[in-house]
């Protein structure tokens, strides 16, 4: 799921980094790769950005360092230069050969979206992009999954495979909604999954508490879209899969905490956590005390009570 991969690659070659950067990396919709990437270069060798090869894809980079004065290239000219503030979102169309001259320190967020990734979501074609160059835009929810998945890169141990498909499914469908006039559907949602469905997906995800089943295997299962199944999954568990299989790995160790002779750091592992750290932090947040506490309090609690 981590990987440096093709992308991070390529972007590391662009930006002139020492080392190609991690990728968390997803194929949820119908096949198609996206990707997410950190970058960061605090001593750059002032020069002009490479170019991606020309395809039908976008980037959408969140900041997190001002850039000031930034010399914007399109299609092999200098369009414009414009300052560039940390917390803001810009859209780059792969097609238009976009490129920039790297003087100054860097520390922004990617997400690579291709242009049938978006068309997924609908039946249509979403509308073209508003990649205006040098257009900053003040996105929170961009700034929000950019921040949930820079956690999974810090700590890959604890970002299961359907974590990063929901999170990169969230982001294109916001991409989509916001910036390519893509339509909410107005229509509820009917219902979830049929009980068989709902059964077989559950005893899925419980068989691989690690989560490193992705949410396009699961709705293949069902000859299902992988935002249709999301979307009926929580309807009929009140959960996206990520958090249901959270619950599961809690509900799992409390199981496991039963046993006298294993060890916190054991039962973590066993019950799908990277590690007791983790474990620690799930299990308190959920529980609302920590697993050694609700351990001694369940060893305490009278026979009927168990």
Not at 213 to 227: C, G, H
Not at 253 to 263: E, F, G, H, R
Request: hydrophobic share 40%; charged share 20%; aromatic share 8%.
């Amino acid at each position: 799921m981590i990987q440096t991969g093709a992308f991070g690659q390529k972007l590391g070659q662009i930006l002139h980094l020492k080392d190609a950067p991690p990728s968390l990396m997803t194929r949820s919709l119908r096949g198609v790769q996206l990707a997410f990437t950190e970058t960061r270069n605090d001593n750059p060798v002032p020069g002009l950005s490479g170019s991606f090869a020309l395809e039908d894809a976008f980037l959408v980079s969140l900041k997190l360092h001002d850039f000031p004065d930034c010399e914007l290239w399109e299609n092999g000219k200098c369009v414009m230069k414009a300052d560039v503030p940390a917390g803001t979102t810009y859209l780059y169309d792969l097609k238009r050969d976009p490129r920039y001259v790297i003087d100054k320190p860097f520390h922004s967020l990617f997400f690579y979206l291709p242009r049938s990734a978006l068309d997924s979501l609908t039946e249509h074609r979403v509308g073209e992009l508003a990649c205006d160059l040098g257009v900053a835009h003040d996105d929170a929810i961009v700034r929000h999954i950019g921040a949930s998945l820079q956690e999974g890169l810090r700590r890959p141990g604890e970002a299961n495979q359907l974590f990063v498909d929901h999170m990169m499914l969230a982001l294109t469908a916001h991409v989509a909604q916001a910036y390519g006039g893509l339509r909410p559907d107005a229509k509820p949602t009917r219902g979830g999954l049929a009980p068989w469905q709902m059964r077989r997906a559950c005893e899925r995800i419980e068989s691989d508490l690690g989560g490193k089943i992705s949410l396009q295997q699961i709705a293949a299962e069902f000859d299902l879209s992988v935002s249709h199944f999301s979307r009926a999954f929580r309807s009929s568990t009140g959960l996206p899969p990520h958090q249901w299989l959270l619950r599961q790995r809690v509900k799992a160790a409390k199981q496991l905490m039963t046993v006298p002779d294993l060890s916190l750091s054991e039962i973590a592992i066993s019950a799908g956590f990277a590690n007791q750290s983790h474990f620690t932090r799930v299990f308190s947040a959920a529980v609302g005390v920590s697993p050694g506490a609700w351990r001694r309090e369940a060893q305490n609690a009278p026979e009927s009570e168990n």
